[in-house]
């Protein structure tokens, strides 16, 4: 990138960018001129190590090269697309292109090499511009009418406004996120900034410096001052994701911050109090985590005052149509193929999944049908392996009352195998990737297979010779990443 003007990068608050270019020097250039204006920005070569950078985090804005090869544009594109509309998309790419590859990525912004400062800039905040309305006019809101989810936004309501920290607990892929914004909407905090962040996602360091800020010189790259996610939820709601994976030293920095309100920013010595309103989210046993000595006690009693439980989607059946329907619609919404709707059939299989991935993973089944179906209806054969073969095992007893719990365990084990296979699969039978994308950690995949009597190397054996016979592999490069593959940002400018 050629620079020709002096930009002022305080005029907006800097967000967090990921740079992707096959020309490393160029992404590290770039992504170094933007830290200098404050911004946390990345730099990556391809798509393969963008994608999982964006599972793990949130990011404002993507710079990518629309020349990427091996398809990564597209495969960015349409990751962020899918799972994170909340990120701005810019490309980079010569000015003939301009045109078929706004429409065929779905760009919010566009910059022509030699790219000038200013207008890279311009571009990085136009699509941050862009993402944030997506989020406010469309974001989706608590969907269902089952009695479980009346009760959590009935408990949400009366909490709304309650000063102290509230915890939200279930498993991976509920909706907690989305529950911690509707209890944002609902309170008197609402014309306030609701500030998420993934703890699960950050380094110790890099967390530290993204709650707290940072000054100059605090550590090597930071060139400027830069408020963090505290002072940036003042007079709103800040929500801590994934708190359980919080290091001892962040616990005990957490811990003084949710009994005063009060901390001093990375390399700097002046106390920061702020009015906010703290709630925080994990789908881990934080009381057996403080048996196991992982977390701390003082800090579980702190949070363990107000709570709220999301159900599963295996207790709340009958508000998979409505969500099927709400899901298929932002899938036409941006810009798919048509499809008039889900026949009976595929809401009939849907309704006997056991849904170990919950919302997250119907989502992702929908998207997947809507991407990969041929009909103007998704029909059964339209749906991901793990939960078409879910489906016809007929797992009624995950949702039935009375069923005992031998009978639920038997339900859920081949489904969960089977999405286990396919996630280890789709990332080269890495199990860091693959819990990942599963939106759980390392040690609960280990317990998984463990208790599903997986043994990792007899299978990747199995399923290599399998495919080596088979000459054939389905195309699961075309599926939609899994739950927590966030999209990513790319970086592309010519220097």
């Known amino acids: 990138m050629i620079r020709h003007a002096s930009v002022d990068g305080q005029t907006a608050v800097p967000g967090r960018v990921l740079v992707v270019d096959d020309d490393r020097r160029v992404a590290s250039q770039t992504a170094q001129w933007l830290c200098g204006l404050g911004w946390h920005a990345s730099a990556v070569g391809n798509a393969d190590e963008a994608l999982p950078l964006l599972s793990r985090g949130r990011y404002d804005a993507c710079i990518v090269d629309g020349l990427l090869p091996a398809d990564g544009a597209s495969r960015i594109a349409a990751t962020l697309h899918v799972s994170r509309p909340a990120t701005g998309l810019v490309i980079a790419a010569p000015a003939a292109c ?11 912004s566009f910059v022509t090499p030699p790219i000038r400062d200013d207008e890279l800039l311009t571009a990085v905040r136009t699509a941050v511009a862009a993402g944030t309305a997506r989020t406010a006019a469309g974001e989706a809101r608590m969907l269902g009418g089952s009695p479980s989810i009346r009760r959590v936004l009935e408990l949400g309501e009366r909490l709304a406004d309650a000063p102290a920290t509230l915890l939200i607990t279930g498993e991976s892929g509920t909706g907690k996120s989305l529950l911690a914004r509707e209890i944002h909407r609902m309170s008197r905090r609402r014309a306030g900034r609701f500030v998420e962040v993934a703890c699960g996602s950050l380094s110790e360091t890099l967390l530290e410096s993204e709650l707290f800020g940072h000054v100059a010189g605090a550590f090597t790259g930071a060139t400027t001052d830069r408020d963090g996610k505290f002072l940036q939820a003042d007079g709103g ?97 941006r810009g798919g193929r048509a499809i008039e709707g889900i026949s009976p059939a595929t809401l009939d299989v849907l309704a006997r999944h056991s849904w170990p991935g919950n919302v997250r993973e119907l989502e992702h089944a929908i998207a997947f049908a809507a991407c990969l179906g041929r009909g103007a209806w998704i029909e059964p054969a339209d749906l991901p392996p793990a939960v078409r073969l879910g489906g016809a095992a007929g797992p009624q007893a995950a949702s039935g009352p009375d069923g005992t719990a031998g009978a639920l365990k038997r339900c859920m084990a081949h489904p969960e195998r089977q999405l286990i296979l396919d996630a280890l699969e789709r990332h080269g039978w890495r199990r860091d990737a693959a819990a990942r994308a599963l939106g759980i950690n390392r040690t609960t995949l280990y317990k998984k297979l463990k208790r599903l009597g997986m043994n990792l190397a007899e299978l990747q054996s199995r399923r290599a010779v399998a495919g080596h016979g088979q000459g054939a592999v389905e195309p699961a490069s075309c599926s939609p990443p899994a739950a927590s593959d966030a999209t990513s940002t790319a970086a592309s400018a010519s220097r």
């Open 98 to 108: 301009r045109t078929d590859l706004t429409a065929a990525l779905g760009a919010d």
């Open 237 to 333: 709601t800040i929500f801590l994701d994934e708190i359980a994976t919080a290091s001892a030293a962040m616990q005990v920095k957490l811990l003084r911050v949710l009994q005063d309100l009060q901390f001093e920013a990375v390399g700097g010595s002046r106390t920061h109090a702020v009015d906010a309103r703290v709630i925080l989210a994990t789908n881990e046993d934080l009381a057996g985590l403080v048996a196991a000595g992982r977390f701390r006690a003082d800090l579980f009693w702190r949070v363990n005052v107000l709570t709220i439980d999301m159900p599963p989607l295996r207790e709340r059946i009958d508000d998979i149509p409505l969500l099927a329907r709400h899901f298929l619609a932002a899938q036409r919404a």
